[in-house]
């Protein structure tokens, strides 16, 4: 997979979920070469050692970000904590091209992610650069970008059904109900009580309620296609599953539209997106039959309260939700087919 | 715990989820000694050979409905599949005290339950004798009732909370979203496909997306509470777990109401309740945290969105769902005190 | 439930899973009034905000053992880590009966416990004075206690099954393979990566071979039985459940004896125990089927492979592995009837 | 992916769980147009209907076998249920390679067969020819082949480790205990009560005790090893997980061996295998590490008891113990590279 004229790839932030997955994906594509691991705590440990599933590959072991010779490499993945992110990459040298998959340069008004994240952004500058990663959104700002926020995976799985639909004028902006369920993987691999098999499995609650990060961020994008502010409901569930997201999303029709309208304006705007399907009348998606992959499967339904419709959409939040959107929007910034390495079925069951 | 002022019952249909369930809290009852067990496919096999847990209890073997010995009885729980139960029941002896767990019972009106089930009750006369058994909300027709509709898992965790709200004019009645979650075991035990580990595990989905068949049953008691017919969203989905049910209900505030009234409604109408329990401020109540228990935890949250509020609540789909409630409904017919042989504390973890 | 002779009861270490599953008991226990609640790291924080599921029932706060009035205490369950434990229990008051569950006192031989714990022990005469509390096989010597070290998970399901066949001869004493399932409750609410639930769920693999713990626990009790030092395998598995304890063991039979006649002497043994069941030839014993029980089931299989057979037993490790069987000994301690608020039946599904 | 010189390949049986895993695989192999897909009870429905991860990849439909016109298919794999298999091969065209699935071309003693299964072989002639399909260990025979009979996965994940060692006499192969732990997947689709979700979740028991179909499977490949009649011990367990399968095997050293002599026999003998990894001293292999993939892990640990030793294999069971070695069979057959279609990594968490 290495080939003369590959694409040298460090991974920042490689000993957690979103970093393995981004290993999974990288370690078979055809253009890139994985040339730098790095995770502080576990620097110097074989990258076989803490995942062992990528034994016999003869990866990089792994380093501190300090040790990286940036002069080796053309592309960084980062997948680092939110906070930590904006310094790092300021430090970093402008001939690389990044993909960020925290949530650091995502929000684009510095006064919002002041009052989200409790403090002033360090690195300014970027934020402005930043392009937002959505990427069947955003695609010809993602093909010039250097710096690429990676949505978040909520956003994702939100935004993806909603925006085309507010676009169009066919729901009241002003009354959509986000209800969203994740597997715990989102959560990342840091040992958290309330990340625990005992508090995770056979059991479902809400969280984060009226105050997840990603509520600013859903809200910033669907008011950009609104063309004014709104805010939505969204609230976060916990699922006990490893991956998959869903959101339920409650809407109110508008302009006498029909379920059937928000169908086929699905349809018309995705039809020649290779991720992206709208699966047939009366079938609800399913996250398990994404799992793995980068697609998100989308369906429509009319409500029986008058006027009302429900759309779900389901992702992968490791995939379509983190480091499959990441590659895809490295093959963007690199001209290449945006399926590449990104062809996985589902793994089911 | 066979006292000779014990009462008899009969469990039909013990051989499915709801019926171990109540077996395991009535084989502890203090009043009531379990003379049959009817199963028609499994007649003739040990209880323990079809529940190997109640292995040592000298439990009654599974007889047919027709073997049983009606005269030896006081009191059925009925625990058969929608539709053939009507029947069954009509067939009963009148001398028996009976509480139903199926939906046969819950549809007061004839026209609704022949649009929702397809075809005409075939024992109208008791669907109107029938009393609707969430106790805590019909208590005292309950204790006059001798056949109590024990009503659906979904609809009693959408009710608890909704019923106050709505009849002290709290919330627009007219703009409810029930998003609701449950446990596989609500599927029952019937080798379905749809229910196998290999299709429920590490995934989720909605299903019977505005077509379950306990929408009827929640509008019919929401629009008792209201007045007028209201149609609410109830959109029902299923987790990778056994047990547990949350219903996360979007509302819209109205005539100047705010999240801590609503609250504090909920607060004073169950203050009394020894099954409910309304979670402090900031707490989004866990299914886990019921688990094996009779128990209701209900949590209120502000909405973001202006004018908007989330309640949150959570039940065993089999406990307060089914089975204990039936016994709920069984201590309040016999006069009983409520908890008896319902006091477990959840098992968690 | 708290009687004016009511045992006044404190659990040090209550906001582990041992301590909830303690809790979840001793509130319903007729005899019992708890007084004490520690948990140092969470000291000031009431228990329902650490477990939910023990809202409304008026249990004192979490203090640090240092708060704690022992004045007031007639007897401790002491759920604390491993190491910690002898020095605090060292400190306590003469008068109270403890019931310890951590390891601290069960190995009898000081030199095997330095060896295996790589320290001194440093209260070696409570170390002397502790009875080791299998209740079903040293009932005698436990009523008589002051102290008793409740035993591991795993030594209890593997000792419950094989004493009585070392003891009768019928299986030769050095060729003895377990191969142990457990649950990952086991691994307490100590936030380690290791016991994520993306870390346990959807996968299964042995741990601590060859070095566990419990291995020498299970060979001083075994030894005993023989008459001579014995050494087993004895191997660990990691099971993607909450609870349970499965341990399947492979014995070679001697001296003419058959599977039957293994089967003949566990059920004569246990024949009047209210916690040990037998199960039916030809059925393999479910961990599902104790879940939330003080119960142990076995099974008895011939092998194809001649004079050789297979036990299987399963208990629920947090009940017969721990809590349960403390609350057993407590029982016992007190000359209280031994299944005293541990008639729980399994909680399937 | 359909070139001029595709290999044109039936999946009969293809609505099953390695129905579906074949398609994963076949859909993105290089040299593979599949042409026809056959699920008698579900003829006429599309594969994405059935399985909802194809959609949009333009799949044929489903059909029955006697609708496939076979002049257009090159190979067959076949996943039809045992015992309808055999017939089902003999009638087809002899032009065709076939890869069975199923286990009726598995045992080579006609009588031992019928001992196993019940009745007669319906197709002798062909279960003489049919070539046993463990890929690292018949290679050659499995080139040369027409009809291979694909592999057991407990066989496959037994074989692979002990193999070696009885060839080598390493091992004492009168006295081998295999505890063998399995995802409920290998179950297959069918809709069985002891397959349901909350029959299997939370929980493990042993099943087929001394009666697995896959114990003679194993014993005919382990005493072509030692080149005598042996009899092992073989007792699978169902985990509560979809996929994967852990070989915990229990040996006795002989001829002076060592643990270490043992792990380096399977270094070497595996050196160049792209599938089998030995992993590092020290580290007990994990099923999800496997997940997805065709590899086997093995692990080999000295045990306390002086002369025995552990060595536990993974395997994902719808992989290297189905469809994947089935693939990997037919790249040999077809003399394509072995890895063809069979690169991907662990999905993992």
Chains 1, 2, 3, 4 share one sequence.
């Not at 609104?226 to 339920?248: I, K, Q």
């Amino acid at each position: 997979m290495a080939t003369a004229d590959a694409i040298r790839v460090a991974i920042l932030g490689a000993s957690g979920y979103t970093g393995a997955e981004l290993l999974r994906l990288l370690v078979r594509h055809p253009r890139v070469r994985i040339v730098a691991l790095t995770a502080d705590r576990k620097a110097g440990e074989g990258i076989d050692t803490v995942f062992p599933q990528f034994i016999g590959l003869g990866l990089p072991r792994l380093v501190t970000i300090q040790e990286v010779d940036w002069s080796g490499v053309d592309a960084v993945f980062c997948a680092l904590p939110h906070g930590t992110t904006q310094e790092v990459i300021a430090g970093l040298p402008k001939h690389l091209k990044i993909i960020d998959l925290s949530a650091d340069f995502r929000l684009r008004d510095p006064g919002e992610y002041a009052r989200w994240y409790g403090h002033e952004h360090r690195a300014p500058s970027l934020q402005e650069e930043a392009v937002y990663g959505l990427t069947e959104l955003k695609r010809t700002d993602v093909a010039k970008a250097r710096l690429v926020a990676n949505p978040g995976c909520y956003p994702t799985s939100a935004q993806l059904p909603l925006v085309p639909l507010i676009e169009k004028g066919l729901i009241d902006a002003d009354d959509i109900v986000i209800d969203a369920k994740s597997g715990v993987s989102g959560a990342g691999r840091a040992a958290k009580e309330a990340s625990l098999y005992a508090e995770v499995a056979e059991g479902t609650h809400a969280y984060g309620v009226a105050s997840h990060r990603h509520g600013p961020e859903i809200e910033q994008e669907l008011s950009a296609s609104a063309g004014r502010p709104l805010v939505v409901n969204f609230t976060p569930h916990l699922m006990p599953m490893n991956r998959g997201m869903l959101a339920s999303i409650y809407v109110r029709l508008q302009n006498g539209a029909s379920a059937d309208d928000l169908r086929a304006v699905l349809l018309q705007r995705y039809a020649d997106e290779p991720f992206i399907q709208i699966v047939p009348q009366g079938v609800a998606p399913q996250t398990r039959h994404v799992r793995g992959t980068n697609a998100c499967h989308i369906g429509v339904f009319a409500d029986r309260v008058k006027n009302r419709a429900m759309v779900f959409s389901v992702i992968d939040n490791l995939m379509k939700g983190a480091s499959g959107q990441a590659v895809q929007n490295f093959n963007v910034m690199y001209g290449l087919p945006e399926t590449m390495a990104l062809d996985q079925l589902a793994l089911f069951p």
